[in-house]
């Protein structure tokens, strides 16, 4: 069965790997991604490791198990995260095999360093504000936000729900400030389940995913911040990983994706 990735996993190899000489480094010294297919007793085992958005946390988990079912042997390994946190460590020489970012920029940083090519769109993505179920603060758009009084939570600029944010904001004309930024969505997302916040801007997928713990409002500008998601098999990755891209590319995949509030590319 997949299993989530812990995020001391991604540091401990890298660590072993520098140990480990300069064997395993590209130009620049820069570690490259371990190898997918390890040795296990009584046969060969295959465990491929995906990094993802963590708005892909529930589609990605489901479209992992099916890929595992179709192919005895092997395990799906994921990082959920920030995308540009996710970008970084790949650079620095994690070991992953597939990478899935919530924006082209994130991909962008992985695709310079010649570490993936040929990056495919799978997904969009659109923001909600989300609020909490019995929305204390009376929002019902997005100039509430601007309100002093309304605590907002948002996505750090750096990572694409964040930069989403900020060009949504941009086209409403709206200056807000937040009494927090989170590192990802879903860290955004719990500022408003436990009540912490009035309202945050979130993708509607993660509103959808919530169980209904909390309320999700369309606005307008959201159309000018459409975020697309682009996949790509790591360069020195094993067969399974472009095998994965596929299934996420299928009508398989598709289906798993628009089910959960994703848009089509």
């Given at each position: 069965?997949?299993?989530?990735?812990?995020?001391?996993?991604?540091?401990?190899?890298?660590?072993?790997?520098?140990?480990?000489?300069?064997?395993?480094?590209?130009?620049?010294?820069?570690?490259?991604?371990?190898?997918?297919?390890?040795?296990?007793?009584?046969?060969?085992?295959?465990?491929?490791?995906?990094?993802?958005?963590?708005?892909?946390?529930?589609?990605?988990?489901?479209?992992?198990?099916?890929?595992?079912?179709?192919?005895?042997?092997?395990?799906?390994?994921?990082?959920?995260?920030?995308?540009?946190?996710?970008?970084?460590?790949?650079?620095?020489?994690?070991?992953?095999?597939?990478?899935?970012?919530?924006?082209?920029?994130?991909?962008?940083?992985?695709?310079?360093?010649?570490?993936?090519?040929?990056?495919?769109?799978?997904?969009?993505?659109?923001?909600?504000?989300?609020?909490?179920?019995?929305?204390?603060?009376?929002?019902?758009?997005?100039?509430?936000?601007?309100?002093?009084?309304?605590?907002?939570?948002?996505?750090?600029?750096?990572?694409?729900?964040?930069?989403?944010?900020?060009?949504?904001?941009?086209?409403?004309?709206?200056?807000?400030?937040?009494?927090?930024?989170?590192?990802?969505?879903?860290?955004?997302?719990?500022?408003?389940?436990?009540?912490?916040?009035?309202?945050?801007?979130?993708?509607?997928?993660?509103?959808?995913?919530?169980?209904?713990?909390?309320?999700?409002?369309?606005?307008?500008?959201?159309?000018?911040?459409?975020?697309?998601?682009?996949?790509?098999?790591?360069?020195?990755?094993a067969d399974?990983?472009?095998?994965?891209?596929?299934?996420?590319?299928s009508q398989?995949?598709?289906?798993?994706l628009t089910?959960?509030?994703?848009?089509?590319?």
């Open positions: 069965m997949f299993r989530r990735l812990p995020r001391w996993t991604v540091t401990v190899p890298l660590a072993l790997t520098l140990a480990a000489g300069l064997s395993g480094c590209g130009a620049g010294g820069q570690a490259a991604p371990a190898p997918a297919t390890s040795s296990a007793a009584g046969g060969q085992a295959t465990t491929l490791t995906v990094f993802a958005a963590a708005s892909l946390t529930g589609t990605f988990g489901e479209l992992g198990k099916v890929f595992e079912a179709a192919h005895p042997g092997t395990e799906v390994r994921f990082n959920f995260g920030s995308s540009a946190t996710l970008a970084q460590q790949i650079v620095q020489g994690a070991p992953a095999d597939v990478f899935a970012a919530a924006s082209p920029a994130t991909m962008k940083t992985v695709t310079d360093a010649s570490l993936a090519a040929g990056p495919a769109t799978f997904a969009r993505n659109k923001l909600q504000i989300a609020v909490p179920a019995d929305n204390p603060a009376k929002v019902d758009g997005l100039a509430d936000l601007a309100d002093a009084k309304v605590k907002v939570a948002l996505c750090a600029a750096q990572v694409p729900c964040g930069a989403a944010a900020v060009k949504a904001l941009d086209a409403a004309g709206l200056k807000v400030t937040p009494v927090t930024l989170e590192q990802d969505v879903k860290a955004t997302l719990t500022k408003v389940s436990l009540g912490e916040v009035d309202a945050a801007l979130v993708y509607r997928t993660d509103v959808l995913a919530s169980g209904g713990k909390v309320k999700g409002i369309d606005f307008p500008e959201a159309d000018k911040a459409i975020n697309d998601y682009p996949i790509a098999a790591l360069s020195k990755a399974p990983a472009g095998q994965f891209v596929e299934l996420v590319l398989q995949g598709k289906d798993v089910k959960a509030g994703f848009e089509a590319p």
